[in-house]
């Protein structure tokens, strides 16, 4: 059984910093492109980074030279590295493992800038 854990999220102030972590169990982590997407309230779901399993990455322009992706093959693991943060920010932030095959979703985790 897949399983992606996300983990980090929380209650932060503008120009503040926060590392998601998403832990991935269950499957051979190292073939997966891994990505980060976002949802605000009353808004759809939408990329923030992704990289491959050569660790090619992307971001949506909103977040380059803010945030980085990074993984870890040997802790199964993927992270977000998310500084100088804006209110704008705010949204419950999804891990996806994605093959040629299959795509899988972590549950989610809250992410606030406020002051």
């Known amino acids: 059984q897949v399983q992606l854990v996300e983990s980090g999220g929380g209650l932060v102030q503008p120009g503040g910093s926060l590392r998601l972590s998403c832990a991935v169990s269950?499957?051979?982590?190292?073939?997966?492109?891994m990505g980060w997407y976002r949802q605000a309230p009353g808004k759809q779901r939408e990329l923030v980074a992704t990289i491959t399993s050569a660790s090619r990455t992307n971001y949506a322009d909103s977040v380059k030279g803010r945030f980085t992706i990074s993984r870890d093959n040997a802790k199964n693991t993927v992270y977000l590295q998310m500084n100088s943060l804006k209110p704008e920010d705010t949204a419950v932030y999804y891990c996806?493992?994605?093959?040629?095959?299959?795509?899988?979703w972590g549950q989610g985790t809250q992410v606030t800038v406020s002051s």
């Open positions: 996806k493992g994605s093959s040629y095959v299959d795509a899988y």
């Open positions: 269950g499957t051979i982590f190292s073939m997966y492109t």
